[in-house]
Each structure stands twice: as C-alpha cells, then as structure tokens.
C-alpha cells in the first residue's frame, strides 16, 4: 500500500493533503461556532444585565426619596405604642407608624383600598380651592365610583350622594363616604388586627425584650452582691 502511494505523482499527494486539511478545518468549525454562540450569549445576557440594574437604580433611588419624604421607613412600634393601638381604633389611625403597620395588614387581606380611600380623603381637605374639583373628580374615578379600579364598599344611598356632592366640589363632599369606610374598618378590619400574627409577634417581641433586660438586671445584682461580699 505505502510502495503505492510513493509511485504516485506529487501533485497528486499535494492535493490528498490539502483535501484531508480541508475535512479537518470542516469537521472542527461546529465546535468552534458553537463555542462562539456561546460567547456571544453570554456577553448578550451580561449586557442585559447590566442595562437593568442601570435601568432600575433611578427606581430605586425615588423609592428611597419618597420613603424619606413620607416616612414610611419601616419602624418597630414601642411597646406603648402597640398597646395604645389595643386600646382603640382611633389610637391606630392617629398614629403614623400605626396606620403603617395597620396598611400592611389590609394588603394581606387584600382590602388596602379602605385606608387608601380614607388617607386620599384627608389629603383632598387640605386642597386649595383651584384644586379641589380635578382632585374630587380623581378620587370618585378611583374609589366611589361603581366598578372603579379600588372601589369600597359603599350602599347606594352614600355612593350616590357623593356623586352629587361632585356637582359643588367642596372639602366635605367625601365627608359621609368617608365615615362610612372608617366604621367598617373600626367594626370589621380592627378587631381581626387586634388577633392577628402581626400584632401577637410584635407584642411578644416586647415581651421577650422586657424578659431578658429583667435577667440581664437580676444578674448585674447578683454579680454586685458576690463583688461586695468578696471585698468584705
């Protein structure tokens, strides 16, 4: 076979070669593509990645603004403050932190909406006068309005006297509408409040706190006494 091949012209040999790199360029260049594919999916996907996080830190910044604005930074409640809120209802909502705490319970009950409408309606009070038919009218598109985005729970009686009360759009038109969602809340959200999770872990947060400054104070003695008794 190999005595074969030498009598073979060169030029035939020549082109035997080049024929075999040719094959082996061919049968390696899938692997090389699709390690190049692979290249680009991951510069793709990085690239991607980076646009959001660009993309969201301005988000992220407002949230950290309006936070700092409203105050809404999350704040444990002190033990007196949660025991006011058992006392009544009227404790929760004249409280900052309480109609916080008390929001994030409406949201895991998906009723939100009442307070959103009771805080929009102390907010409209203090509208100026050029502002209070374009804010009335945002509010009732929002909340009283039947089928609206977050409407509450209103009889027809109320719903429709407020629609009325559009017509002279005055500080006191969602006064009764208003009324109406703060007795359901009090009546109905306030007393599942008082029973929830949320308030029995903050309540016995305090409770294990006061519980372990008792020891940490019992033990302090204990040690001043041995201290006292060993410099006698």
């Not at 290249?39 to 949230?63: C, H, N, W």
């Not at 109609?99 to 009950?109: A, G, N």
């Not at 009360?165 to 109905?188: R, T, V």
Request: include cysteine; charge should be positive; glycine fraction near 2%.
């Amino acid at each position: 076979m190999c005595k074969g091949l030498a009598t073979l012209p060169a030029t035939c040999l020549k082109s035997a070669k080049d024929i075999k790199h040719k094959i082996s360029f061919l049968l390696q260049k899938p692997e090389h593509q699709a390690a190049d594919q692979k290249q680009m999916k991951e510069k793709t996907a990085a690239a991607a990645a980076a646009a959001k996080r660009t993309r969201l830190l301005p988000e992220r910044d407002s949230v950290r603004h309006n936070n700092k604005q409203t105050g809404s930074s999350k704040r444990v409640p002190t033990a007196a403050e949660v025991e006011k809120w058992k006392e009544s209802f009227s404790h929760v909502m004249n409280s900052e932190t309480g109609r916080t705490v008390f929001t994030s319970f409406l949201k895991s009950e998906f009723s939100e909406e009442n307070i959103d409408f009771w805080l929009a309606c102390e907010d409209y009070k203090k509208s100026t006068t050029s502002k209070l038919a374009t804010r009335a009218k945002q509010i009732y598109q929002q909340y009283v309005e039947a089928d609206s985005p977050n409407e509450v729970n209103l009889d027809a009686a109320t719903r429709e006297e407020t629609r009325q009360n559009m017509e002279n759009a005055c500080p006191s038109c969602f006064n009764e509408a208003q009324k109406m969602i703060y007795i359901l809340m009090e009546k109905d959200s306030y007393r599942r409040f008082l029973n929830s999770k949320l308030i029995q872990d903050l309540s016995q947060t305090h409770s294990d706190i006061a519980q372990m400054k008792k020891k940490k104070s019992n033990c302090d003695c204990t040690e001043n006494r041995q201290a006292l008794a060993g410099g006698a």
